[in-house]
């Protein structure tokens, strides 16, 4: 081989100091240009030999063309795996609960955002994440944070949800309450922002954030078991007040009762309303019988019998075991009026003159 005569050389740049890749550079120029011209790497410059001096500079265009184009490509592929680090990163966050996306009804939008974005900023503020992203357009939030504890705290205080709630027909009216009343105060206690009345569906449809939504759903939960629960305890006094009103049937305290002197029970309206003989002595007093306190006034009765038969009686009346041993005096009626005859019309009998044998 004779020495070529013409030579020349190419400063290989920095961004290109991987030999491999040198390498592969000078190969493929070398068979673009062909075998008239010697391309070689000696330090850190590529030189061109050949006996043509324009197939020497033809080689060095080349050359640089080359590593021009390998640095493009080595700065695309810079760009490519800090794109590939940062999408990871992106998706490493979003499987740890650092990153969170959820939709979000149009029609709330601006209830989320508060006014000139109040609510975002307070939220964000907070509960410390790093920002709160609001999408319009596809009606989505985001939110990004340095711990999953404050990811979950925001979107908790941002997310809007609409619940229902079925509530019994006959219970309605007590969960609304008069003029709303109830509904405003629920509201007013867990700031949800509204509650519907769907008198269709029986159902109380509630909307704001989650928070309050969930804090409304418990009081109205809470408020129907309470109902339920008065509703039992109305069933049991109801069949405790039957199971009583039998036993008094089968123990005569109904019969008894019936038959005592009309003033005496009439006073509040017959046997249910029956008082004390105290009460009832105390009466006749204040009504003007002889020998009782406060006597000397026009009353209702007009003797003690009359008023109170079980404090101031002959001997035996009203007594059921003196009327069945027949040690009963046989006294005369003792009435409170002429005849006997009360203002309330009842009469008090010596037991030998009840009818039928029955006691007084």
Known sequence: K???AFEDWLTVPPDLSDPSMLREIIRSSQEMIGDKVSIGLEGTSCVVRSDSEDLVARALLLLDNNIQQQLVYLRRLGVKERLQEERNRVENEIQSGLRVEFP??????GMLIGTQGANVRKVTNECGVDRVVVDRDRAVVRIVGKTKEDVARARRALEVCSVEVAVPENQMGHIVGRSRQNIQEMKDRTGVQSIQVED??????LLGTRPAVESAELLIRSK???LAKM????LELDQLRKELQVLNASWGEDAYQARMPASSHQAKGGPQGATSSTKLTQQAGNDGVPGVRGGGGKGRNSALGDANPAVNKPPGVNDPGTAASGAMPEAASVSSAPNGQGKGGGRIQAAGAADDGEVI
């Open 200 to 205: 269709k569906r029986s159902c109380l449809r």
């Open 224 to 226: 129907l078991e309470h």
């Open 2 to 4: 004779h020495a070529l």
């Open 231 to 234: 509703d039992r305890e109305a």
């Open 104 to 109: 979000v009804d149009p029609e709330v939008l």
